[in-house]
């Protein structure tokens, strides 16, 4: 994703989406395992749910996002709200899949070694 090309918006959007996922890491690195996994208020999320929930999201939605509208039956998205049962390595490997998934969707790249999500074959963590 960093490597440029002639075109200026395609360079902008480039560096904007990598400037995103420094901030994203850059404020995990920051937190205990204890912070990362805790709901500030019964009726909030953790950073780890929505990391599940942004991974989750970046998988379903984004690699084939020119093509279909987004959303795919097999998705278990209630379950994305509830709290991650693994620990942190696991939930970052969830959400690198998103992550990449999207990347590929959108910035390009061979897709034939990602296997599709499904309820059989949920992202790590699912």
């Not at 990391?51 to 379903?60: K, M, T």
């Not at 899949?97 to 499904?118: I, Y």
Request: contains cysteine.
């Amino acid at each position: 994703m960093t490597s440029p090309c002639n075109d200026p918006w395609l360079n902008a959007v480039t560096e904007t989406v990598a400037s995103y996922r420094r901030m994203i890491d850059g404020a995990i690195s920051q937190l205990a395992d204890a912070e990362l996994f805790a709901r500030p208020r019964l009726d909030m999320n953790s950073v780890a749910v929505i990391l599940r929930h942004l991974g989750g999201n970046l998988w379903i939605r984004w690699p084939d996002f020119l093509t279909t509208d987004g959303e795919k039956p097999d998705r278990d998205r209630d379950r994305e709200f509830m709290d991650w049962e693994g620990d942190r390595e696991s939930l970052l490997a969830h959400f690198d899949a998103g992550w990449s998934a999207a990347s590929r969707g959108v910035f390009g790249g061979d897709e034939s070694t990602t296997e599709k999500p499904s309820a059989a074959n949920p992202p790590q963590g699912q």
